[in-house]
């Protein structure tokens, strides 16, 4: 007895122990139940009356009763839904496809849809879908002309046409067609009222016009169509009407024989009646807006601007019977212009680019775009499209710049440049040798070309990272510009200890580089060197002016004058001399040299401590006659500059390597501020680049 109560509290106590494990254990697990979840849901979808509409509904790891509801109202939880013999749940249960399909479309149809999945056995959680609402529409009824399909009337006489289109889901829309093909908006007024059936609709469309020559024996169409129609439907009347005056105007003056009036041209415009009797009145408009004491068959525009392009032009003749009008528009030739100019683009390798070159001109001007490559020794310039968007793919070879050039027949081409620029990781183009400016300035210098532009610049001494917000030694300021950014750091203590080995590191998305650049105090020359270099200089001073007066004495010897009683009475005057300097007023006069010499004026200017910018500028009147050329493209110059190399020009360039497909480029600029002189063989033309 006391063995078998000792084994019944034995198992109690496993028992116990199991339940507990799993009491601890189920809220670990219960996240790796596989939940149910959509894998397609219901999208809003517009219908017809007639056609097949299937809402999409497909699920993963199904494990609850589905259903479908219209406004939120159940349909049923089989496939084939009894009470609805027009809804039905299409695809397989091994696909999880319980997509709604709904045939024939009906008006009623016209709901919000949603699909349902309830709890599973599991603890899966139900889910609801998207609602995806169903728009029904329904073509109208043919539109009908309540005033029949004839009418008499007379010129001048105001008519009121009624068009009516019945049952249509939405209401359609009523568009009225003159004898010309003209579509008519002027004098129409719109009417939407609500059928016997609340969810459709009826357009009534009023047109008002008053009768004229131009509509004898025309047909008016009234066109009747919803979002529910392929085509239109129509009805027409066709009108009997008195006539006035019949009008055409004639350009006679000033126009080709085209018809196309050129710029700044005075044109005469006549208007032609046909009437009877021939008694007229005549008055002239531009763009709707009356001329002021034009009442003449004639009319005088004295000069034609480009903003006359497509200006109408009418003329009204008047007689005892009525009023009739004719237009003419203008047709004006232009030379081109840009309505948008390419741009630069910074792109990455592979990447699509799309540039835009869009010319207004008349006639309508042809574009090209010409490509011309960084690397010239293995490309050359060359024609790459011919429509005003351009489509590349960012690469080594299509880097460079492109120039639209616009041509309009009989007018002078015009151009506009841009470039394409590839993206990379920075390159530190600083000395790694540098030193103080002077005793009392200890600056440092990191120069970085980056683009995209740099998130990040850090600095390290002898191995330890700078922090210029804790450590007061130093401060910090980065000047950003286009293509590059400079880093100065600034020792605020000037000892000796603060020499040393400094690390500049630039970071931008694309990658980092690091240069070590050795920080050490200006050696100063001895006081002998010196002493003896100023004692040399100023020997060599002496030797000169030696030279010099030795010349003049030489020189002096040799012309001596003759006694001045048999010196001859003549004139000494000095015969003038031409010169070679054109103005630009003289260029039609002056016979232009084979050669001009021109004087080029130089400039330096320092920016930072180690750099020297000298600038060359020539004046484009002054190389008249020489053949003008454009400087090559300015190259941009990556890592130390510590070694020579030679670029396409054959000059000789410090530094260690050029990337071409993004360290070279060449910013845009006016050619004519920028040009190299050459000769000019005979009979040739100078020619701006």
């Known amino acids: ?87 039905s749940m299409i695809g397989s249960d091994e696909e999880g496809d319980y997509s709604l399909n709904i045939y024939p479309v009906r008006l ?31 073509s109208p009824d043919p539109p009908k002309i309540l005033q ?75 066109q009747a169509q919803n979002s529910a129609d392929k085509t239109y439907r129509s009805a027409s009347i066709r009108l009997e009407v008195k006539y006035a005056p019949k009008v055409v105007i004639d350009i006679i003056e000033g126009a080709l024989d085209t018809g196309r009036i050129p710029l700044d041209n005075a044109i005469r415009l006549k208007c032609n009646a046909d009437a009877h009797p021939n008694e007229l009145t005549y008055q002239w408009y531009i763009k709707d807006e009356m001329i002021i004491g034009a009442t003449f068959s004639e009319l005088d525009i004295p000069s034609v601007t480009r903003k ?9 003749a008047q007689n005892e019977v009525g009023l009739s009008a004719a237009t003419e528009t203008l047709d004006v030739i232009y030379p081109p212009s840009f309505i948008q100019r390419p741009e630069n683009v910074e792109s990455e390798m592979g990447e699509n680019i799309t540039m835009t070159c869009l010319v207004d001109s008349n006639p309508k001007a042809d574009i090209i775009w010409v490509f011309d490559p960084i690397d010239r020794m293995n490309f050359q310039p060359r024609v790459v499209g011919t429509s005003s968007t351009l489509h590349l793919i960012a690469s080594n070879e299509t880097a460079g710049r492109y120039y639209c050039k616009a041509h309009s027949s009989g007018f002078t081409e015009i151009s506009s440049e841009a470039l394409v620029i590839l993206k990379g990781p920075p390159k530190i183009i600083s ?94 020359l001895p006081i002998i060197i010196i002493a003896s270099g100023s004692f040399a200089i100023s020997l060599l001073i002496i030797a000169i002016c030696f030279a010099i007066c030795c010349c003049c004495v030489r020189g002096s010897k040799k012309r001596q004058l003759p006694p001045a009683d048999i010196i001859p009475k003549v004139n000494h005057q000095q015969p003038k001399v031409k010169t070679n300097s054109l103005k630009k007023k003289d260029l039609s006069k002056t016979e232009i040299p084979a050669t001009v010499t021109v004087e080029p004026e130089y400039q330096e200017s320092n920016s930072g401590s180690y750099s020297t910018t000298t600038t060359l500028s020539m004046n484009k009147t002054d190389l008249i006659g020489s053949k003008l050329l454009s400087i090559p493209p300015t190259i ?31 910013p845009i600029h006016n050619a004519s501020n920028f040009l190299i002189q050459s000769t000019l063989q005979q009979g040739e033309t100078p020619t701006y680049v």
Request: glycine content about 6%; proline content about 3%.
């Open 308 to 316: 006359h392009q497509h200006f109408v032009v009418k003329c009204e």
């Open 108 to 138: 009623e149809d016209d709901a919000k849809y949603q699909c349902q999945v309830g709890p599973g056995q599991h603890g899966e959680h139900g889910i609801r879908s998207n609602y995806g609402t169903l728009s029904v529409l329904k």
């Open 431 to 524: 000395r790694a040798q540098q030193q103080p400016l002077d005793t009392d300035t200890y600056e440092i210098e990191c120069m970085a070309i980056a683009v995209p532009k740099a998130k990040h610049v850090s600095w390290a001494f002898n191995g330890v990272l700078i922090d210029v917000d804790k450590d007061l030694g130093f401060s910090l300021r980065q000047d950003v510009l286009y293509d590059r950014i400079k880093s100065t750091l600034r020792i605020e203590e000037n000892h000796r200890s603060r020499f040393g080995t400094y690390t500049c590191t630039v970071i931008n998305k694309y990658g980092s580089d690091t240069l070590e650049i050795v920080f050490n105090e200006r050696r100063k």
């Open 1 to 87: 007895m006391i063995m078998s109560i000792s084994l019944n509290q034995h198992i109690c106590m496993e028992l116990f122990g199991l339940l507990l494990i799993i009491a601890c254990v189920s809220p670990f697990t219960t996240h790796l139940i596989e939940q149910q979840q959509f894998a397609m849901e219901p999208q809003d979808q517009v219908a017809v009356v007639g056609a097949r509409v299937i809402l999409p509904c497909r699920v993963l790891n199904k494990k609850g009763i589905l259903q479908w509801t219209k406004d939120d109202f159940g349909l049923g939880t089989k496939r084939r839904l009894v009470a609805f013999e027009r809804y």
């Open 148 to 222: 029949g399909d004839y009418m008499v009337t007379t010129e001048d006489h105001e008519i009121e046409l009624e068009c009516v289109s019945e049952n249509g889901k939405p209401a359609a829309e009523i568009t009225w067609i003159d004898g010309f093909g003209n579509v008519l908006t002027a004098g129409v007024e719109y009417i939407k009222e609500p059928s016997p059936d609340s969810r459709l609709s009826t357009a009534k469309s009023i047109l008002k016009l008053k009768a004229n020559k131009a509509l004898h024996n025309k047909t008016i169409h009234c």
């Open 636 to 666: 941009r110059y990556s890592g130390p500059l510590t070694e020579g190399f030679t670029d396409s020009t054959n000059q000789s360039i410090t530094g260690s390597y050029v990337d071409f497909s993004r360290d070279y480029y060449t």
